[in-house]
């Protein structure tokens, strides 16, 4: 989808993004390595939406840290650039990273940052590759090397981001109490350093990303029906959220996605 020069774009709808598994050394850590290659008629303002996760990017050569977001953010694509990334598992960040999530939310924060001169040399390394699928072997060669001194996330922090994406919002908050055997205080103060927000939060944006995904194949769907598949609680409910998380409406983003 092309955009115009001034009107945002959702991320998942300017170049061809692509996804793939991370290799073995990583699987513990990241979710999948991705990258975003912007057509030459392309680029403008991309507005990437709450996920509930963290990714390394390498964008204009160099290694930025996407915090977790709770409203949209807008970022510029050059015309025919390639965007570069790896996505955290849930809780993983903070172990890589040494900080609490809560600290970078909404951050775009250069990875030198947190890793010195290592992390403009692995930039370095992936600006210098020919390709850009040379480009991605050289981020995961060089996270793998760093990966066997790093604990891999606390897997209680995975069962509650899972169980959140999965479930009604009610029934995830009780699923994930009753498992974990977790008072509310400890479950919110825990997702505040795996994920930068509380569960309540986390909920609503991946109530949110349900609908992007059902948006994407939705085939003409009515907006209210996408509603009930959702999770919300009627047409309003989810086209408040929307607007809070995007700043689309909901029409715009079946639009955005060719739906």
Not at 45 to 70: F, H, K, Q, R, Y
Not at 119 to 138: F, K, L, N, V
Not at 153 to 172: C, I, Q, V, W
Not at 198 to 205: E, V
Request: charged fraction near 20%; glycine fraction near 12%; charge should be neutral.
């Amino acid at each position: 989808m092309t955009s115009d020069t001034n009107t945002p774009v959702l991320s998942g709808a300017i170049g061809d993004y692509r996804e793939f598994n991370p290799p073995a050394a990583l699987e513990g850590h990241f979710q999948c390595v991705w990258s975003n290659a912007v057509r030459p008629d392309g680029g403008g303002p991309s507005a990437v939406v709450p996920d509930g996760c963290v990714d390394i990017t390498w964008i204009n050569g160099e290694l930025v840290v996407a915090g977790p977001d709770v409203a949209v953010a807008i970022s510029t694509l050059t015309p025919g650039c390639t965007v570069i990334g790896a996505r955290f598992r849930p809780g993983a960040a903070s172990r890589w990273l040494g900080l609490p999530m809560s600290e970078i939310v909404g951050g775009r924060v250069p990875l030198s940052h947190f890793w010195g001169t290592l992390a403009r040399e692995i930039a370095q390394r992936i600006g210098d590759a020919s390709s850009t699928a040379e480009g991605m072997r050289a981020m995961q060669a060089a996270l793998s090397k760093l990966a066997p001194d790093v604990e891999p996330p606390p897997p209680d922090m995975g069962f509650a981001f899972n169980a959140l994406k999965t479930e009604s919002a009610g029934r995830g908050m009780a699923v994930i109490l009753d498992r974990l055997d977790v008072s509310p205080r400890t479950l919110r103060r825990r997702c505040q350093e795996a994920f930068g927000y509380g569960p309540k939060t986390l909920d609503r944006i991946l109530r949110f990303q349900r609908f992007l995904n059902l948006a994407r194949q939705s085939g003409g769907e009515r907006l209210a029906g996408l509603a009930f598949e959702a999770g919300y609680s009627d047409q309003a409910h989810l086209t408040r959220e929307v607007r809070r998380l995007s700043g689309f409406s909901p029409a715009t983003v079946l639009r955005q996605y060719g739906a």
